[in-house]
């Protein structure tokens, strides 16, 4: 970043003569370097509060709701209102001055997976950026696009939601050219009402496209169709035998999925024909930016997908992990299991299954659906944790009265306890459930162990 102290006043609709470059932006002091802008935002402590450390690391300018008798020596001071709107308002300015195209995922499921493949694709042909983790929101998404680089030309923004009305601000801001929702599923549930209610959560990514844009949905989700019918921008579906770019003769592999679309065949090392669909979403994005199928290819093979998304890992004693514990919802806790329900093993199947929240009153047979998915001639025992999973257990205990089953409301320690006295060097173990209830210890736990 190259942009001066007035430019940015000029930007937030503030006021200053000094024409000294930022070269950065940050919100969190401790990370701020020579040179950088110090984004003050209110938290569980003031960011003003930490005004002194930004300056101590070497911030030059700083963003200032607080009384101007309060402000420091040593720092320019830029006068704002809000430091969160003023940063909001720099990013679409410094996205406007860079000029890149935007790309932007949402979905109830793979939105991080669709970014990462889209990225990987785009980058075979343009200057692309992305994404890093999961900063998806009203504050981490302009922050993303303050770190873009200057050269850059094409940059795949994540937008993620909790209730209605959070990717409109987000679509608004960032103006895409091609917007995609990879499929809408259950997560916040409780939030928005209904499936309905994300369906229409989700397609506000359109509320910022541009005229001249595209969108991309699935092809088997009837609830999006009322809503894209008033829509004028280019519209794409995609699918599994289905859709305007559709995938064919599948081949599901533990590393990687081998799969035809428009005649062509294409690899993705990752697992899961859910993933597939991810990767219609980047190869459509790839044709719309003119790439060739060639370069499409590559970006897809080459892919590095965000971490806890899908991802192989083993245990101490040599037993293969699949984790997958970011996040979950019952069509992604589904999907996976029947992934892992289908690839070929050495010895036994395990799985680990944690609470999925914000499911609302329906939380009790969401979770007790996930016994569709599961069956005692596939897997040898299953590991359940929390409390929502007692609607599981129960399902299970019904259906497969012969299946080991373990469960434990609230005690971690003793879940792990279990599972690594359980566990085999010719196992397969799947571990999924919302990112708070903390799978990703058990993850690391199996990985110690010897």
Request: negative net charge; proline residues 4%.
């Amino acid at each position: 970043m190259n942009i001066t102290i007035q430019e940015i006043a000029q930007a937030v609709g503030s006021h200053h003569e000094s024409t000294q470059s930022i070269t950065g932006v940050e919100f969190d002091s401790r990370k701020i370097k020579e040179g950088d802008l110090f984004v003050p935002l209110a938290g569980a402590r003031d960011g003003h509060e930490f005004i002194e450390q930004a300056i101590a690391n070497g911030a030059v300018a700083s963003f200032w709701s607080w009384a101007a008798e309060k402000a420091p020596e040593g720092i320019e001071i830029i006068p704002v209102s809000d430091p969160l709107k003023a940063m909001q308002e720099l990013a679409q300015y410094y996205l406007k001055k860079v000029g890149a195209d935007v790309v932007a995922v949402t979905g109830s499921n793979g939105k991080t997976t669709t970014k990462d493949l889209t990225a990987s694709v785009l980058a075979q042909g343009y200057k692309t950026y992305k994404t890093q983790g999961n900063y998806n929101n009203n504050i981490g998404m302009p922050y993303t696009i303050l770190h873009m680089p200057q050269d850059t030309e094409k940059i795949v923004l994540e937008m993620g939601m909790d209730h209605a009305n959070e990717i409109t601000e987000l679509s608004l801001l960032a103006q895409p050219k091609v917007a995609a929702i990879t499929m809408i599923g259950e997560a916040h549930i409780e939030n928005l009402g209904s499936r309905e209610g994300i369906a229409k959560a989700k397609m506000e990514i359109a509320d910022g496209l541009l005229p001249d844009g595209l969108l991309i949905v699935p092809n088997n989700e009837p609830l999006l169709e009322p809503l894209i019918a008033p829509l004028s921008q280019k519209i794409k579906t995609f699918g599994i035998e289905q859709g305007d770019i559709s995938a064919q003769r599948i081949i599901e592999e533990k590393q990687q999925t081998t799969f035809i679309v428009e005649g062509e065949s294409f690899t993705i090392p990752l697992p899961g024909k859910y993933n597939v669909t991810n990767a219609l979403i980047a190869y459509a994005i790839g044709q719309f930016f003119e790439l060739s199928l060639s370069e499409i290819r590559r970006g897809l093979a080459t892919v590095t997908v965000t971490q806890n998304r899908t991802e192989w890992l083993t245990v101490g004693n040599g037993a293969a992990i699949l984790s997958d514990v970011y996040n979950a919802n019952p069509t992604a806790m589904g999907l996976v299991l029947d992934t892992v329900a289908s690839l070929p093993a050495a010895g036994r199947k395990l799985a680990v299954l944690a609470d999925m929240l914000e499911l609302g009153v329906d939380s009790p047979l969401m979770h007790a659906s996930m016994s569709e998915h599961i069956s005692s001639d596939i897997f040898s025992m299953i590991f359940l944790y929390g409390k929502e999973m007692q609607a599981l257990k129960d399902a299970l205990a019904q259906k497969y009265p012969d299946l080991p089953v373990y469960y434990t409301e609230e005690n971690k320690e003793q879940l792990i306890a279990a599972v690594i006295a359980e566990i085999q060097p010719d196992d397969t173990i799947v571990l999924k459930g919302s990112n708070s209830m903390g799978l990703i210890e058990v993850v690391e736990r199996l990985q110690e162990m010897k």
